[in-house]
T-cell receptor, first 113, second 112 residues
Framework: DGGITQSPKYLFRKEGQNVTLSCEQN?????MYWYRQDPGQGLRLIYY???????QKGDIAEGYSVSREKKESFPLTVTSAQKNPTAFYLC????????????FGPGTRLTVT | SQQGEEDPQALSIQEGENATMNCSYK?????LQWYRQNSGRGLVHLIL?????REKHSGRLRVTLDTSKKSSSLLITASRAADTASYFC????????????FGAGTILRVKS
């Protein structure tokens, strides 16, 4: 899992609550990413950030928000607007000049009831 | 829509046998990568093959790329029980920036 940490490993929330997932990296990577994985499916890109204080929507950004105030940190907030938030969330980072070389964290499994 | 699609969806073999997984994609790419994911864990990068390469080896892994057919295969030789995992291909497509697009994966089970 390299130098990327995600916490917590498991997270439980009630419907209607916002929840923030943590992602920290010590690889000195410029770019960071958030993916969602549902059972039996590949990863889908939620948001990504190539530099501090800048981020872009991915393919499924609705109901999610992010911030990138520090190079090492890229927290993801799952808002109450996300219709089906229960999923496995993976954070990744990559060097600026090789953004296809992504290193993944261990993931956070979010369950919303 | 997803760029890569793996085939088969699931594969069950005996320890010592070879495992072959295939990936197809839809548009021209810069690179294609294979990742492994153990149950409930993050993805681990296995191997990258560039669009101008046709074959690449890494230990017991052999990857081929056929850009004319827009397909790739991952061969794991002399499989071990520890190879049991899901395997994903990921492409970074031309004109899609630096984003990776993942297939749905192949679930490999190696029985000891």
């Amino acid at each position: 899992d390299g130098g990327i940490t995600q916490s917590p490993k498991y997270l439980f929330r009630k419907e209607g609550q916002n929840v923030t997932l943590s992602c920290e990296q010590n690889l000195n990577h410029d770019a960071m990413y958030w993916y969602r994985q549902d059972p039996g499916q590949g990863l889908r890109l939620i948001y990504y950030s190539q530099i501090v204080n800048d981020f872009q929507k991915g393919d499924i950004a609705e109901g999610y928000s992010v911030s990138r105030e520090k190079k090492e940190s890229f927290p993801l907030t799952v808002t109450s607007a996300q219709k089906n938030p229960t999923a496995f969330y993976l954070c990744a980072s990559s060097p600026w000049d090789a953004q296809y070389e992504q290193y993944f964290g261990p993931g956070t499994r979010l369950t919303v009831t | 829509s997803q760029q890569g699609e793996e085939d088969p969806q699931a594969l069950s073999i005996q320890e010592g046998e070879n495992a072959t997984m295939n990936c197809s994609y839809k548009t021209s790419i810069n690179n294609l990568q294979w990742y492994r994911q153990n149950s409930g864990r993050g993805l681990v990068h296995l191997i990258l093959i560039r669009s101008n390469e046709r074959e690449k080896h890494s230990g017991r892994l052999r990857v081929t790329l056929d850009t004319s057919k827009k397909s790739s295969s991952l061969l794991i030789t002399a499989s071990r029980a520890a190879d049991t995992a899901s395997y994903f291909c990921a492409t970074d497509a031309l004109g899609y920036g630096n984003k990776l697009v993942f297939g749905a994966g192949t679930i490999l089970r190696v029985k000891s």
